[in-house]
């Protein structure tokens, strides 16, 4: 079981990037996948996260209307849409699994992560 992220770089505040999570060893039908961000000294947080059975989304209240989590099955990966980037958004991300098929943003409730991507959003 492996996620890997990417997509991550370095982005003007305002600008936009794609991130995705590719995932290998297992397929993601069964699992809930969630967007987490880690900031220098601050506790990993969660994003987003879609529920893959159902397609049921949640969002932080910071990224609301600005992310977009979606899924491509055929390619077995969860891409993050980041819109109107600011200097906070500035993390590394991390995908993560969830066995229980829930969509979540607790980071306690996944099962596999993947290695971070960073993200830098510049004024």
């Known amino acids: 079981v492996q996620l890997q992220a990417s997509g991550g770089g370095l982005v003007q505040a305002g600008g936009s990037l794609r991130l995705s999570c590719a995932a290998s060893g297992f397929t993601l039908d069964y699992y809930a996948i969630g967007w987490f961000r880690q900031a220098p000294g601050k506790e990993r947080e969660g994003v987003s996260s879609i529920s893959i059975s159902d397609g049921r989304i949640t969002y932080a209240d910071s990224v609301k209307g600005r992310f977009t989590i979606s899924r491509d099955n055929a390619k077995n990966t969860v891409y993050l849409q980041m819109t109107s980037l600011k200097r906070e958004d500035t993390a590394v991300y991390y995908c993560?699994?969830?066995?229980?098929?829930?969509?979540?943003?607790?980071?306690?409730?996944?099962?596999?992560w993947g290695k971070g991507t960073l993200v830098t959003v510049s004024s």
């Open positions: 993560a699994a969830s066995s229980s098929g829930i969509a979540t943003r607790d980071p306690y409730g996944m099962d596999y």
